[in-house]
């Protein structure tokens, strides 16, 4: 794959645009990881610059502290569709945002923050569809413009579907997703909450989605090992009754999300998609 000549336009290709127009961001750590399968690091790269140089994609390479990467490195890229990109997925009949000016001049934090919210999302996208070690299947997933609700107070990152495997007409569980890039400060993290609670109990997303829904869950994903110990502290003070929350680190989950890595408000720990209520093995509440 050159980067001089112009491109055509593979399936690949189209497979990394119609992700970031559903993202909005990615960076090469989630390309390395979900798409352009079998190819070397090095192809990739190469394709990236090419796609780059003719306006399908746009780069912005920044700076990220230590704690907010993966690997460490300095020269962080944060990758948005370009004009050609956008045109490609618009014509395919998609949703997509221009974010050439949130890439150019927007908080390297909050895109890093939608490009944890990318990876999350679809690491448990493909966990899911290719394991035997679930009954339970992720069918969907809403961004948060998808999930917004009008006369919900608050708004969740994302929000995942669960139904059991193989079961069409099954109920389902709803997963909320909040990933948090600071230290959230007590009254935000209780008005967060109540705003929950608020669209739990009135079955504000049961509705919009018309679907039986059994269970509703918040999972708060930490980017740092510090975040992940104030956000426990902060949760163990806060009201979370009735609320089914689960916490767990960003490197956690990128390394086993279907393992019991999820803390509950109790301090075990079970599967996404554990018994709440027992801790027992971390087996699945509805499926086993």
């Not at 907010?68 to 990109?85: E, S």
């Not at 279907?258 to 720990?269: K, M, N, Q, V, W």
């Amino acid at each position: 794959m050159g980067n001089q000549n112009t491109p055509i336009i593979m399936r690949d290709d189209l497979d990394l645009f119609a992700r970031i127009a559903k993202h909005g961001f990615v960076d090469m750590e989630y390309i390395y990881r979900f798409t352009y399968k079998g190819r070397k690091k090095r192809t990739i790269d190469d394709r990236i610059r090419q796609l780059n140089n003719h306006q399908y994609l746009m780069i912005n390479k920044t700076f990220i502290p230590p704690d907010y990467t993966v690997n460490y490195r300095t020269g962080y890229r944060i990758i948005a569709l370009g004009k050609r990109g956008l045109e490609i997925v618009r014509d395919a009949g998609m949703d997509a945002e221009d974010r050439s000016r949130a890439l150019l001049s927007g908080s390297p934090y909050r895109m890093y923050h939608q490009v944890q919210i990318a990876t999350v999302c679809d690491l448990l996208l493909m966990s899911y569809a290719n394991t035997e070690k679930s009954n339970w299947e992720l069918i969907r997933v809403l961004n948060e413009k998808e999930t917004y609700l009008e006369e919900a107070s608050n708004q969740p990152d994302a929000m995942m579907i669960f139904r059991q495997r193989q079961k069409e007409d099954s109920a389902v569980v709803l997963v909320f997703l909040e990933i948090e890039r600071s230290y959230a400060s007590e009254a935000s993290l209780k008005r967060k909450l109540l705003g929950y609670r608020m669209s739990i109990e009135e079955r504000l997303y049961p509705q919009m989605l018309q679907q039986r829904v059994i269970d509703q869950r918040i999972l708060f994903v930490a980017q740092t090992d510090g975040q992940k110990s104030a956000l426990k502290d902060k949760l163990q003070g806060a009201d979370t009754e009735r609320l089914h929350i689960l916490l767990v680190g960003y490197q956690e989950i990128a390394k086993a999300p279907l393992d019991a890595i999820y803390e509950t408000d109790s301090g075990s720990r079970i599967k996404l998609l554990g018994d709440m209520r027992s801790n027992e093995n971390g087996r699945n509440a509805y499926a086993d």
